[in-house]
């Protein structure tokens, strides 16, 4: 029986010939990815947007829901559901991708959730910006950061807890971060954090805190086990590491043809293929998609469609900046086997490398996607 330590050890490198483990086996079969096939639309039918859930999915209702707001603020507040949906609603398109999206790819692969390039999906997600409600509890002048504890507890690495995140005053204060109850106009799934949770457009998923039960204002840094020591860019377990914040660009390809059932490779028939994709960036618009029909060593631009409203699901207006682009490529496929890429830059100048990202935990790995077709 694994007994609760107190110190936290780092997580587990695979050795160099282990396959994937009965133990990211079972996560896998909880924290499923989004089919690629489903790129095709703007907004992820919800059932098949990922789902990441680090511990349970807590049994909830609306009706019992309270959250409070507390810490460096003149005014506590406990809000139930009915009080929040009373308060300014907005809608916002989100592109949400798991931090550690890319993982499994990696040598000596981190032992985690073991994601290939699936991990992740766009919603329009319908709540009250945070700020407002931070406006409403009056945050104090010595207030740096604001800590967001879900209602799901465990443990990792030896560390009982219950899953918290925190962001810096100035970044919970952003206009488009929402205290969000609605997905694609629909009370939330259960999975996805009903019946309410932190967006934070732009970030990787672990900032998105579902199950949203209490908002503390704090005067010092956060410093909990999914802020300090999960999610930081490290080479050595030793290391601080750099925090992972937003997302890196990345362009995926909805693989053409059809799939092989075990192996999922592809095949396709000679001819003009219509090559199609998504692509986003938490940092800046997407500028540029380019694909290559040889594994990366060339490369030709794909056209970017502009967002589109059409993806609104009757909600007045929502912003769009934070979604994913659609794009398209025209492949002239001849006969023979070939490796589709797609490769994304964005307004920033950030551009997905060629080769994969290495780190101890296996976050934030946007290197290209590689698509085996055989054309015959
Ligand atoms: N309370 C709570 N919030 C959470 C998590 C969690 O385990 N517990 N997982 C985080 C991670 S790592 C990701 S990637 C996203 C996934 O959101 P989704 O399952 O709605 O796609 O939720 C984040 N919010
Ligand atoms: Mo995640």
């Known amino acids: 029986m694994t007994s609760v330590q107190s110190l936290s050890s780092p997580a587990r490198l695979a050795s160099p010939e282990e396959g994937i483990s009965t133990d990211e086996l079972a996560l896998a079969a909880r924290n499923h ?39 460096s603020v003149a005014r506590s507040l406990t809000l139930d559901m009915a009080a929040i949906r009373e308060l300014p609603r907005r809608t916002v398109a989100v592109t949400m991708e798991c931090a550690g999206n890319g993982r499994a790819r990696l040598h000596p692969r981190p032992v985690s959730q073991p994601w290939m390039v699936e991990a992740v999906g766009t919603a329009n997600w319908t709540g009250t910006p945070l700020a407002g409600v931070l406006e409403a ?24 807890q219950d899953y918290q995140r925190s962001l810096s005053l100035t970044d919970a204060m952003a206009d488009d971060v929402l205290l969000c109850y609605e997905m694609n106009g629909e009370p939330l799934l259960p999975q996805h954090g009903f019946p309410l949770r932190l967006i934070v457009p732009g970030w990787y998923g672990m900032a998105h805190v579902k199950w949203l039960r209490d908002i503390t204002v704090v005067d010092t840094p956060f410093q909990g086990f999914q802020q300090v020591t999960a999610y930081r860019l490290r080479q050595e377990p030793d290391e601080v590491g750099e925090p992972v914040t937003r997302i890196f660009p990345r362009a995926l390809l909805v693989p053409p043809g059809f799939p092989d059932f ?92 060629l080769d994969d990202r290495w780190n101890r935990g296996g976050f934030a790995n946007n290197a290209v996607q590689r698509v085996p077709v055989t054309v015959e």
Do not use: K, N
């Open 33 to 71: 990815g989004l089919p690629l096939e489903a790129l095709r639309y703007d907004l992820t039918p919800p059932g098949l947007h990922y789902l990441l859930i680090h511990y349970d999915i807590p049994f909830a209702t609306d009706a019992e829901w309270m959250v409070t707001v507390t810490g």
């Open 137 to 160: 509890a009056g945050v104090t002048p010595d207030a740096v950061e604001v800590v967001f504890t879900g209602a799901d507890h465990g443990v990792e690495r030896g560390v009982e």
């Open 262 to 353: 075990m192996s999922r490779r592809r095949f396709a028939r000679p001819g003009p293929i219509m090559i199609e994709g998504r692509a986003w960036s938490g940092w800046g618009p997407v500028v540029s998609v380019e694909v290559s029909a040889d594994g990366g060593a060339t490369w030709a631009p794909a056209t970017i469609d502009a967002h589109s409203d059409a993806a609104a699901d009757g909600a007045a207006d929502p912003v769009r900046r934070w979604a994913w682009q659609r794009w398209t490529f025209l492949w002239d496929a001849t006969p023979g086997a070939h490796e589709l890429c797609a490769r994304a830059t964005d307004g920033t100048g950030r551009v997905q490398p």
